[in-house]
């Protein structure tokens, strides 16, 4: 299982490595994160794409007009559009979502930032939202770029992740603590 992890997550290098040469070359490159997101938005929402994308049942054919209607409808055109066709057509759209992260790790570091993957109990707010960029910036010393959702099996409070560091003050942390040292004095 690691070994296959490790391939999908070399594929998605590989192909994340080539989208942002070429959106940097194009000036693009925050057209492509926009249009990523609004792709990563649609395949979260949709049961049947995500399984389009994930079962090798599908011929690439199939794929790639399905991809085709589903970027047109959602307006993903010029370079991203062609590059879901490309992923299609070659088979690895079920390496989509580690090309996503890793177009915008080399997105935040082209930019001096660092990506923190903040997962809450319930939405931020916008200011919410610049309180914790202010805090994790004082953290890791440069602008930080937030990936936020929403788990609301937290209860309270958030899980945040940046780099190798995980920062976990979700109330569902705290109260499996406290029910563990319960445990142990009765």
């Not at 792709?39 to 389009?52: H, I, M, P, T």
């Not at 079920?94 to 992260?101: D, E, L, R, S």
């Amino acid at each position: 299982m690691a070994q296959s992890g490790s391939i999908i997550s070399a594929v998605a290098q590989r192909y994340a490595g080539s989208l942002y040469e070429l959106a940097a070359d194009s000036k693009a490159v925050a057209r492509v994160e926009e249009d990523l997101s609004r792709f990563e938005a649609l395949v979260s929402g949709s049961d049947d794409l995500k399984r389009l994308i994930e079962s090798p049942v599908f011929s690439a054919g199939d794929q790639l007009k399905a991809i085709a209607a589903v970027a047109d409808k959602a307006g993903i055109s010029g370079l991203t559009g062609n590059f879901l066709r490309v992923v299609a057509r070659n088979r690895r759209l079920f390496a989509m979502p580690g090309i996503i992260q890793a177009f915008r790790r080399l997105a935040a570091e082209a930019r001096g930032e660092v990506e923190a993957q903040v997962v809450s109990a319930h939405n931020l707010t916008a200011a919410q939202q610049a309180e914790l960029k202010t805090a994790l910036k004082a953290v890791a010393g440069k602008d930080v770029a937030i990936s936020l959702t929403v788990d609301p099996t937290l209860l309270g409070g958030l899980v945040v992740r940046m780099g190798s560091r995980q920062i976990d003050t979700s109330l569902k942390t705290k109260l499996a603590s406290l029910k563990l040292a319960l445990k142990e004095v009765g």
